[in-house]
């Protein structure tokens, strides 16, 4: 065989293989509405989709496949004007009581108050771990990048490609991780104003209905769960399972930069300094580096 020859099977293996854990941005083929689809839509060919909130219903969307470990991202123009009382929920989650799961929670708040960024992971059904932050542009007027990249090392919140949340894994140390269970993953729009917007006391004006929140591109770049065979499968170090490289078992010293720009500038809850909170018996991870 001539060395041409052996790179471009190569070359053509590694794309298969690449292509194998590659979901693209169409949400006909992706996704489906899991409630409210009868005041939602998707638009053009198939690249753009709208969730909608009134007093009949909010709405929401599911992947049609699960993934264990990867990389998911949406480009997401949230709810303008006065949105207070409304979330916007991007998360992944398996099902069940010890259920895994990894979120972005997106605060409405009264015209001209910026969104809150609501951040949690639940592992065997155990969550708590809340950190929140704002933001530093609008989030309305535009569409954002948000991922949430997650491997057998850690898991990093990405906004517009700048991490703002880390969480690694210590499981060695008797810290709990999600990686035993396929997350799908959702989004809706919903009512939650008995405690999204200053804890409730703001509730949401229906005479600003209806919300409307757009989405665009989801791409997941994931492994596709089979199983518990994926356990072993979608933690090999692999060039397939190209999320198990060394340059992504820790963030970069740029990267580290940027996410201590974010917590030092952005953050306003965190649930690791919440000392009354734990009544001083605080989550074993808080006193892990997490970056």
């Given at each position: 065989m001539?060395?041409?020859?052996?790179?471009?099977?190569?070359?053509?293996?590694?794309?298969?293989?690449?292509?194998?854990?590659m979901?693209?941005a169409?949400?006909?083929?992706?996704?489906?509405?899991?409630?409210?689809?009868?005041?939602?839509?998707?638009?053009?060919?198939?690249?753009?989709?709208?969730?909608?909130?009134?007093?009949?219903?909010g709405?929401?969307?599911?992947s049609?496949k699960?993934?264990?470990?990867?990389?998911?991202?949406?480009?997401?123009?949230?709810?303008?004007?006065?949105?207070?009382?409304?979330?916007?929920?991007?998360?992944l989650?398996?099902?069940?009581?010890?259920?895994?799961?990894?979120?972005?929670?997106?605060?409405?708040?009264?015209?001209?108050?910026?969104?809150?960024?609501?951040?949690?992971?639940?592992?065997?059904?155990?969550?708590?771990?809340?950190?929140?932050?704002?933001?530093?542009?609008?989030?309305?007027?535009?569409?954002?990048?948000?991922?949430?990249?997650?491997?057998?090392?850690?898991?990093?919140?990405?906004?517009?490609?700048?991490?703002?949340?880390?969480?690694?894994?210590?499981?060695?140390?008797?810290?709990?991780?999600?990686?035993?269970?396929?997350?799908?993953?959702?989004?809706?729009?919903?009512n939650?104003?008995?405690?999204?917007?200053?804890?409730?006391?703001?509730?949401?004006d229906?005479?600003?209905?209806?919300?409307?929140?757009?989405?665009?591109r989801?791409?997941a770049?994931?492994?596709?769960?089979?199983?518990?065979?994926?356990?072993?499968?979608?933690?090999?170090p692999?060039?397939?399972?190209?999320?198990?490289?060394?340059?992504?078992?820790?963030?970069?010293?740029?990267?580290?930069?940027?996410l201590?720009?974010v917590?030092?500038?952005?953050?306003?809850?965190?649930?690791?300094?919440?000392?009354?909170?734990?009544?001083?018996?605080?989550?074993?991870?808080?006193?892990?580096?997490?970056?």
């Open positions: 001539t060395g041409s020859r052996a790179f471009f099977i190569v070359v053509f293996v590694l794309a298969v293989a690449f292509h194998s854990s979901v693209h169409n949400f006909p083929k992706s996704m489906y509405f899991n409630w409210g689809a009868h005041h939602s839509s998707i638009l053009g060919n198939g690249d753009d989709l709208r969730l909608v909130l009134d007093q009949t219903s709405s929401g969307i599911q049609k699960a993934f264990l470990f990867g990389s998911i991202e949406m480009l997401i123009k949230l709810v303008p004007g006065n949105s207070a009382g409304t979330v916007t929920a991007y998360y989650s398996s099902t069940g009581a010890k259920h895994d799961e990894i979120d972005f929670e997106f605060l409405g708040n009264s015209t001209g108050e910026p969104y809150t960024v609501h951040t949690n992971i639940y592992t065997q059904g155990q969550g708590n771990r809340e950190q929140q932050f704002k933001l530093w542009f609008d989030p309305t007027a535009n569409y954002h990048n948000y991922t949430i990249h997650w491997n057998p090392t850690e898991i990093v919140w990405y906004v517009d490609s700048v991490p703002i949340r880390v969480f690694r894994n210590y499981e060695s140390e008797g810290i709990a991780y999600p990686n035993q269970q396929g997350m799908r993953v959702y989004s809706s729009l919903w939650a104003d008995n405690w999204a917007t200053r804890g409730g006391l703001v509730k949401i229906w005479t600003a209905a209806p919300f409307v929140a757009n989405y665009r989801f791409r770049r994931a492994c596709k769960w089979n199983g518990p065979v994926s356990i072993s499968q979608c933690a090999i692999t060039r397939a399972n190209w999320w198990t490289a060394p340059g992504y078992q820790q963030l970069s010293y740029s990267q580290q930069g940027q201590k720009w917590r030092d500038n952005y953050m306003i809850y965190n649930y690791c300094s919440d000392f009354k909170r734990f009544n001083g018996q605080m989550p074993p991870e808080c006193s892990k580096p997490q970056f």
